[in-house]
Structure formats: C-alpha cells, structure tokens
C-alpha cells in the first residue's frame, strides 16, 4: 500500500479497476502568491469491482470531474496508474486505446445541453458508433440496436425519430443513458445524473440505473452531491476535499459513523427529511473551500476544522483504519469515533 | 374558497388570497398561477414547495412586482401588513420594495450588477429610501456586510461581484434584501446553486435574521428536506395551483393529497440500497393543457371519474387524530387543508 488512502481492496482478485496515486496538475494562471500550478487531484487510490457501485462526493472544484475524465482517458495523469482489468491503457495507442475507451462511459447531467439540437434521439444515441465503426456495421443493425437501447430504458422505438426539445428531463436522462450503453461499457461514470431532474422523476431514473446494473453487471461511479441519493444507489463512498480522497468505506460507514471531520460535516449539513429541528443540530463549518492553488500545508482541511492542532499544519495525516472495519479508511491525526451523525448525537461540535 | 380560519391567528404579514397570474404565450394565453392563497407570519417560515415549472417563482414575482411583461397579475391580494399590493400603482410599489419587502433569488450572479462594487450596490437602499450620503452609505454597506457573515467587510467593500463565491455572493443578495428591514423576506432557492456546507452556512444566517427581526420568510423550493427542516408551514403547487397546505409537521406526517404522499414516498430515505423507489409516474402537464377537472388527474393513483369532471377545491381536512373536529385548531396554527375529492380517505392510508 501507497502512502496514500488506499480506496477498500475488497475480497475480490482483480478489481475491473484500480486507481494508484494519481495526480493530475493543470498550469492556469498565476495567483497572488505566484503559484501556477493547480493540483486538481493530489494521490487519489481507489477500487471499482464488477457490477458495484463507487458514490463519489465533495464540494464543487474539489476534483471529481477531473477524475471522471482520467479515466475516461479524456486526461493524461503526471504521476500515477490507472489500470483497467489488469492493463494501463495509457500506455496504448490507435485502435488499442479506442477500443479501451469504449469501456469507460459517462451520463452528464443534462445529455442534450451540449448536443445539437437538429438532432433525433436515435441519432444521439448511434452518435458513439461513429468513431467504433465496427461495432454495427449496417445501417439496419444500428436501427435494431437503438430500438433495444430504447426498450431497455423504457422508451419507445417511435422515440427515436423524436428531437431533443419533445422530451421531459427524465426522457432526456433515459436517452442519454442509452447512449451510454451504446458501445456496451463496463463502467459508465454518471456526473450528477439526476440533479437536473425532478423528485418524482428522479426516482424513475434512480431505478432504472438500479434495474440496468443487475441486468447488464455494468459498474457506476456515481457523482452527486444527494447523500441521500448516493446511499440509496452506492455499495462504498469516496469523499472528496481539495484534490485527495479524504474518506472511503460503504456508505453505512462514511454517513453513519464519519471519521473525518470534513465527511462528518457534510453529512450533518445535508437536509434531510427526518429532522424537523430547524437544522440545530448541524455542523456548520467556517469559511470556504481554500482556492486549489495555494492548499493549506499538512492537512489540506485544516482551515475549516474545528480540532485543527498544530500536527495539522505541519504533517499531512496519515491513512487511518476505523477500529474493526479495515476498508473504512479515512486521512486525520485526529479521527472521529464519537459522532454518530444520523442519531443526532453530534460530539464534538464546533 | 377561504381555507384558513383567519379569526384565530395572529394577523399575517403577508396574506395572498385567490392570486391567479397569467401568462401570454405563442401558443395562447395559459394561467401559469391559479387561485393561490396562503399566509406568512412574522417569525415564521412559509415554504412553498413544487416541483420545477409549477409557478412558485411566478408567485414570488408576482407579490414582489417583479413579473415579466408577459406576465399580469389577473386576479387576488395580496396583502402585505394590511395594504393590497395587487391595488397598487407600479410607483407605490417600488416604495414598498425594500423597506416592506426583500427578495432573494437562486441565481446570484446575474441578480448582482457585474460592472458596480459590492459596496454601491448594497449601499442604494440607503441612498434612495433613506436619502443618505454615498459615504454614509458606504458605511451602512460595511456594516451589513458585517451582519451577514462576509470576512473583512472594510476592505471588500470595494470589491466587484466577481471577486465574490457564490456562497459570499448570495449573502451579499442576502445582505441587499434585509438592509432596510423589512417585514417580509421571499428567498427564491436561496441555496440550490450552492454546495452543501456553504447550504447550511446560508440557511443558518437565514434562519438569524428571521429570529432577529422577527421576519417573515417565503422559502420557495423545491426540495423536501429543506422544508422539513426550515419551515413552519407548508404549500405544496403542482400545476399552478395549492393542492395542500398547513404545518409541516402535519403534512409531512398525515400528506393528504396523493401528489403530496408521492413526493414524500419518492425521497430515498433509508430505502435499502437496490430496493425499488416509490415514483410518480410521468411528468405535471403542460401549462396549456391543464385538464380541467382535477390537475394532479393524469398522475394520480386513486383517480376516479369525479376527478375528471369538478376541480376538487381547498378544503380543510378533518385531522388524523380523530379527536378534534375539522377545520378548528389552536390560535396562531394553520388547518391542514388539500384539494383533493378523496383526501379523507387518505387519512387511513
Ligand atoms: N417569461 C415567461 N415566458 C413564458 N413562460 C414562462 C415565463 N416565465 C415563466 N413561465 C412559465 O410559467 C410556469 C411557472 O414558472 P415558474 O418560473 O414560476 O416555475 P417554478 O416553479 O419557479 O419553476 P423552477 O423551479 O423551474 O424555477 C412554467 O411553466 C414556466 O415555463
Ligand atoms: N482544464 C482545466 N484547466 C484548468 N483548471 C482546471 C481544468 N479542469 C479543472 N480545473 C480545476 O481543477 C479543479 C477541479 O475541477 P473539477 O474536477 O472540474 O471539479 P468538480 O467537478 O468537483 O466541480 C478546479 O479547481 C477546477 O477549476
Ligand atoms: S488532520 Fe487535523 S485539521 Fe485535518 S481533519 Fe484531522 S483534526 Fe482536522
Ligand atoms: S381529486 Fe382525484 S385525481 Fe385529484 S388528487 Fe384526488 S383522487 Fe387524485
Ligand atoms: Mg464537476
Ligand atoms: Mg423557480
């Protein structure tokens, strides 16, 4: 094991994927203190096994998307590995690395905002085919292809020859998970795929998605800032702060039992439907995210914390195992075992 | 079609009855707001809670004077301590903004002027209503920059927008919306731009000023949990119109209108991880095909042929716990009420 946090290494052998220590180093320009260089993921570790689902949560800038498009292959890492089944596919070329990048998909929030709107939905959807030429080489087995996705999503064949603009949200997020599934991934990357969307129509979708993956066995990295969504859909959680994965276990673990002081923070600041006490029990954290470019030193949430000690300042903190549960991982020097966040016992507060 | 037993509550601040707004279109004139009532009391938040397109913003626009020209205001009051705005002249009215009245929208980067400092923005109030210098304005500006939280208020007073988060923005639009202290504050998705720590830090400072200044707060939103967890009372819209109304508590606890219950039972609380959610088949209707009769109809599970033919009116319901009598309740509260033909059934559900 690295020195970083180590997402859960599971009972499985071979996990579809693994994640080691990458960082990903973005030049932009110069801020205040003159620094340049923007660390949008600083050692990130994590697993993904078949057929499971990985929630990965966090602030806005803290690095998800950055993630998501590394490995999507979208971004090259500085430093790291990515391996897919066993391989690097950034050590591939031409139609080696094409035909990795089929395996990795992603659901955005709103399919059709980047789309034109010209377009049908089956046009959309048989998009991805354009550059996987052989994956259905005539035109009457793509048709075939996109009826089926349709099926599978709970539209219709006559859909289809429908544009964007006839469609509900929800419609919408069915098409572009159908279009996703178009070149048969292995893991399909869903950044914030039902925020845009209704409550009722929210969980239409969250059990479609719930529904595809016990069919198809496809794994999800699940991106949204709902805990309450991520613990409905996610077998383990990653939470993010500033670059780095500071928490990972299952959702149980992360939500219930929150050792890092950032996870359990955002856990009681989330609203949530059975606390009807005007939100009194809440950790409310002082100030901001820190800019990405100048990170404090040691612990990166050291400015927020509220049992920030000088240790923090000078070491950034190791990864630590949650007494008696080994894959509940989390980076403070001074983890929390009292806090029992969803009982409402919230000791200490700051 | 009064609902609420005026008698015994303490006058509201704001009481909207009947507000119906309507709405030119291409397609032909639709009423985006139908016949919307509900109060405010000081100290109190009132949420309205629907989901997108079912004209809570409509509603908020309209009581704040605010609505876009294809919109009007065709019939209601809307009764802000004790004077009918829907009355009033457009030069009345902009006197009532500000000192009466604050409101706060989602979005605030664009309700803030990109090419003005911080300062001259939250200090116009004073100028205009209180006629003060621009340095006695500067100075009222520091001080509520102060008040709602902003670090180093002297020396970003001078700042642009731009130079602002979005959580430091939205307090500043905050700041903008109490700074003559008025009676009433709409805040319009205060937060949902904003990310979950900096969420709780908005809702909080909220919250304290409500409890200062004894304000009265519309928090139109449309999630759930942030009802739960913020307001006093409750109006649910769909399709322009209030299908439910009365205390959280009440509602949350006893829904009774199916569109309330289904929202309620759509949230994924404690559902166990691959179990099927509970979901509202569907999508609301557009605005120029609402059916007449019912409009939750076409979505709704214990749809009979009554509720195509007569709109179910707002009517109080006989409470679950069968020992008070319906529509009578303890001064100062607010009768649970739903329009719905079936709601009474619903309460042995
Ligand atoms: N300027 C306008 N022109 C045409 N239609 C409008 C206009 N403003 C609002 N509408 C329509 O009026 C209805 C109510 O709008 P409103 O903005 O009040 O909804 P809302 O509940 O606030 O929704 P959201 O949560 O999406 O903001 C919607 O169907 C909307 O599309
Ligand atoms: N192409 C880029 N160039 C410069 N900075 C970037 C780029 N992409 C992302 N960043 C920065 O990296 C950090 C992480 O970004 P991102 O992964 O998009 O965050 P999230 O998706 O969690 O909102 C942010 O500070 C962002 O501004
Ligand atoms: S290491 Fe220190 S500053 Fe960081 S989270 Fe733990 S206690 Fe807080
Ligand atoms: S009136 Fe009829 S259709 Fe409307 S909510 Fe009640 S039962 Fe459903
Ligand atoms: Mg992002
Ligand atoms: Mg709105």
């Given at each position: 094991m690295s020195e970083t946090l180590v997402g859960a290494v599971r009972d499985q052998q071979s996990p579809l994927l693994e994640v080691r220590d990458v960082t990903k180093t973005f030049h932009v320009a110069k801020s205040p203190s003159g620094n340049n260089r923007l660390r949008a993921l600083d050692g990130i570790s994590l697993t993904l096994g078949r057929g499971e689902t990985l929630g990965l949560v966090g602030e806005s800038g803290c690095g998800k998307s950055t993630l998501a498009r590394t490995l999507m292959m979208l971004e090259r890492p500085d430093a790291g590995t990515v391996l897919f089944d066993g391989t690097d596919p950034f050590a591939m070329h031409g139609k080696e690395l094409l035909a990795w990048r089929r395996r990795v998909q992603m659901v955005f929030q709103d399919p059709f905002a980047s789309l034109n709107a010209r377009m049908t939905a089956g046009e959309i959807i048989s998009e991805p085919w354009r550059a996987h030429r052989?994956?259905?080489?005539s035109s009457k087995d793509r048709e075939a292809r996109v009826h089926e996705l349709l099926h599978l999503v709970g539209m219709r064949p006559s859909d289809a020859r429908k544009s964007p603009q006839e469609f509900s949200g929800g419609q919408r997020q069915r098409i572009g998970i159908a279009r996703a599934l178009a070149l048969d991934p292995d893991v399909i990357i869903l950044d914030e795929p039902v925020s845009a969307l209704d409550l009722s129509v929210q969980a239409q979708v969250l059990n479609l998605l719930n529904e595809l993956q016990e069919r198809l066995g496809v794994s999800y990295i699940f991106i949204s800032h709902d805990l309450s969504v991520v613990r409905f859909v996610a077998d383990r959680v990653a939470v993010m702060y500033l670059g780095r994965i500071i928490e990972t276990g299952t959702a149980e673990e992360v939500f219930d039992s929150p050792r890092h002081p950032y996870a359990a923070a955002l856990t009681s600041a989330s609203p949530r439907l059975d606390r009807s006490t005007a939100g009194r029990d809440k950790i409310i954290l002082r100030d901001e995210i820190p800019s990405p470019l100048d990170p404090p030193s040691g612990c990166r949430f050291r400015t927020r914390c509220w049992q920030a000690q000088d240790i923090c300042a000078e070491q950034a903190p190791p990864a630590d195992q949650a007494p008696g549960s080994p894959l509940h991982l989390s980076e403070c020097h001074f983890p929390l075992d009292t806090i029992r966040v969803r009982s409402g016992e919230l000791t200490p507060t700051p | 079609m009064s609902t609420i037993d005026t008698a015994s509550t303490p006058s509201p601040v704001l009481d909207v009855k009947g507000l119906s707004v309507t709405l030119r279109t291409p397609r032909g004139t639709v009423r985006a707001v139908n016949n919307v009532s509900f109060q405010a009391q000081a100290g109190k938040t009132l949420a309205l809670l629907g989901e997108s397109g079912c004209g809570k913003s409509m509603t908020a626009k309209a009581i704040a004077g605010l609505l876009d020209p294809v919109a009007e205001v065709e019939e209601g009051q809307m009764i802000l301590d004790g004077q009918d705005l829907a009355t009033m002249t457009a030069r009345q009215r902009r006197k009532v903004a500000g000192p009466q009245l604050g409101i706060v929208f989602q979005d605030a980067l664009t309700a803030l002027n990109p090419v003005y400092k911080v300062g001259t923005q939250l200090g116009e109030a004073f100028r205009i209503h209180q006629k003060l210098s621009a340095r006695q304005a500067r100075s009222k500006a520091v001080e509520l920059m102060q008040r709602v939280g902003i670090p180093e208020p002297e020396s970003r007073v001078d700042a642009y927008p731009h130079q602002f988060s979005g959580g430091m923005r939205q307090r500043i639009l905050i700041a903008m919306a109490v700074a003559l202290n008025p009676s009433l504050l709409i805040a319009d998705e205060p937060t949902t731009a904003l990310d979950v720590t900096i969420q709780a830090q908005i809702m909080a400072l909220l919250r304290s000023l409500r409890e200062e200044n004894n304000l009265a707060v519309v928090l139109i939103t449309h999630d759930l949990a942030v009802v739960a967890e913020e307001a006093d009372t409750v109006a649910v819209m769909y399709a322009g119109n209030v299908v439910e109304t009365g205390t959280v508590a009440e509602v949350f606890a006893n829904p009774r209108h199916p569109y309330t219950r289904g929202l309620l039972e759509s949230v994924p609380v404690d559902a166990v991880r691959g179990s099927t959610l509970s979901s509202i088949p569907g999508n609301p209707p557009e605005l120029h095909n609402v059916p007449s009769g019912c409009v939750y109809q076409s979505r709704c599970p214990l749809v009979q042929e009554v509720c195509r033919i007569t709109r179910p009116e707002l009517l109080p319901v006989r409470p679950a716990s069968a020992t008070a009598a319906p529509g009578v309740h303890h001064p100062g509260t607010v009768a649970q009420a739903a329009a719905c033909h079936f709601s009474e059934e619903l309460a042995h559900v």
């Open positions: 052989d994956m259905y080489r | -």
